[in-house]
């Protein structure tokens, strides 16, 4: 149905009014950023090395150095070198007689026994993370990698409940209220005293998480017209991109984890304020049959973008009164074959991309040590994304696009394992272009998934199929670590096929390029792939 299309084409699509609300739209994007990786800081395991009884004794009693403490209280790994971590001498140094007069004999010694850690560690005091605080290192390591698992599950929730709230009760209100549950849950996390109650917390977290950002995207999108769609994802990925550079700065200068969580949480309480500055979604008001209020918003958009309403404004209302509006669940993503096939798809690319990507991202890994740095320097590498996406979705095509980025990070997948490591530039070089190419593969589809269902189905259309990529999340280091422990190599024969395989399915799907956003179901069925 082609009238609220015409409607927002007359007063304006890429007016002022656009411009402001991309804007606004995008700003809790950087909050985003810091809620899916603020875990590399929060949950960052800090150096550490057993708790020796008397060990406090030895530095006051002996002079010795904190090192040199380390030296006969902990035992060096065969493999690197370093100090173990998970293992000490079995000395009780309170008990020993002569302990100052043993540090020559124990430097050479290799004859004391050793023993785990008995759940008490030292670590690094120069900051605290979550896993410093509850000891979440050497045979309970595994419960440190909850803290993400917990907040992929709430995305996961998330998208089939928040996804069908937003079509029911309207994107705005979805969107304040999950920013408001978001900002609460995280103070939540940072005032847990107990490990399982903060990851119940970041479980909310995850949940409101996905309310909010699948919420606040499809609201500003439906602003727009078709051919300045791709400006929302532009503005939307910088905005996500600049809130990865900024959290390396605010975790440098806040060295205790709690802190820093409570910094990224306070500001998603501000987003109440856009009650009163940000309107509904005109579509969404007509869709739901409340023509008065969705004609005036259009006014409001008509005056902010100098323009007026159409004359023919009483024939839009009347065919709009005249639709019929039906309640939607999530059946209705599968009942008719196109809805039915896009959704199919689009679900095992959502789950794709984030099994290859971030499989790419833990496989290169962070060079050097400096955490802080690093973080910022691949931050940075991922900015261009957005313009490249802007260059190209147009004059490629969203279908087109997606196809060709994920055949060439398939193909770069696979090429890797052939080159030798005598060649190690050219490897990382192919594997970093590879990661690229999934990247732009991965904002065209999130533009792209929006274009593919109707006003009723949009927003819980979008929820349900990218809640793939949180099984992807969950299953993406599982699937890297246990294939890489056959050969090194192997996930990328995984990826690659996986993409490949992507590339190949993705051109079933309708090429939505200048086409007008559907309104009914008809009119999806109706398109031409």
């Known amino acids: 149905m ?84 998970c293992e000490r001498f079995d000395m009780d140094w309170s008990k020993s007689q002569n302990k100052c007069s043993e540090l020559d004999w124990l430097l050479t010694s290799n004859a004391t026994q050793l023993v785990p850690c008995d759940s008490r560690w030292v670590f690094d005091k120069s900051y605290s993370t979550i896993v410093s605080e509850f000891s979440l290192v050497c045979e309970k390591s595994w419960l440190a990698d909850l803290n993400q698992v917990f907040l992929a599950c709430g995305f996961f929730i998330g998208a089939f409940v928040t996804g069908y709230l937003a079509d029911r009760f309207g994107r705005k209100t979805c969107f304040i209220a999950s920013m408001v549950g978001l900002g609460i849950s995280g103070v939540g996390v940072m005032l847990s005293p107990w490990y399982p109650l903060l990851l119940t917390f970041r ?46 700065g605010l975790a440098y200068f806040q060295s205790s984890w709690r802190t820093l969580q409570l910094v990224m949480s306070l500001p998603c309480i501000l987003f109440i304020s856009y009650h009163w500055i940000i309107p509904e979604s005109p579509r969404w008001l007509f869709s739901q049959k409340r023509t008065t209020e969705a004609m005036k918003v259009a006014a409001n958009i008509a005056k902010c973008n100098g323009r007026s309403l159409p004359d023919n404004l009483s024939e839009i209302i009347i065919l709009e009164e005249k639709k019929e509006v039906n309640p939607v669940s999530m059946m209705d ?102 990661r690229l190419a999934v990247s732009i593969g991965f904002e065209t589809l999130n533009f792209a998934n929006t274009e593919m269902y109707p006003t009723p189905l949009r927003n819980l259309g979008v929820s349900v199929c990218s809640s793939a990529s949180d099984i992807g999340a969950i299953v993406a280091p599982f699937l890297l670590y246990r294939l890489a422990s056959i050969w090194q190599e192997l996930p990328l024969f995984l990826y690659g096929g996986m993409s490949v395989l992507y590339s190949g399915l993705v051109t079933l799907l309708p090429e939505m390029n200048g086409v007008a956003l559907p309104e009914t179901i008809e009119d999806v069925e109706n398109l031409q792939r």
Request: aromatic share 14%; with cysteine; glycine share 10%.
């Open 2 to 85: 082609a009238n609220v299309d015409n409607l927002i084409e007359h007063i304006g699509d890429f007016g002022p009014f656009q411009k402001k609300i991309v804007t606004l739209g995008s700003l809790p994007l950087i909050l985003f950023a810091f809620v899916l990786v603020g875990v590399v800081f929060l949950g960052h395991t800090p150096d550490h090395w057993c708790w020796s009884p008397g060990a406090q004794r030895l530095q006051e009693e002996c002079g010795w150095t904190e090192l040199e403490v380390r030296k006969v209280t902990i035992p060096r790994s065969e493999q690197s070198g370093s100090f173990s971590r």
């Open 203 to 248: 479980f909310v977290q995850g949940f409101c998480g996905k309310g909010a950002w699948s919420a606040s995207y499809v609201l500003v999108i439906e602003f727009f017209g078709s051919n300045n769609r791709k400006f929302v994802s532009m503005v939307s990925r910088t905005f996500y991109s600049t809130g990865m550079v900024i959290l390396p």
């Open 333 to 434: 993503l599968f009942r008719t074959p196109n809805i039915r096939k896009n959704t199919l798809i689009l679900t095992y690319a959502w789950f794709t991309s984030t099994i290859v990507f971030q499989g790419l991202v833990l496989r290169l890994g962070i060079t050097g040590d400096n955490l802080y740095m690093d973080f910022f320097l691949s931050a940075v590498v991922e900015v261009p994304n957005g313009l490249i996406f802007y260059l190209l979705v147009d004059r490629v095509g969203r279908r087109s696009l997606m196809a060709i980025a994920n055949f060439i990070g398939g193909i770069a997948c696979l090429v890797v394992p052939f080159i030798s490591m005598d060649f190690s530039w050219l490897k990382k070089s192919i594997a970093i272009i590879g």
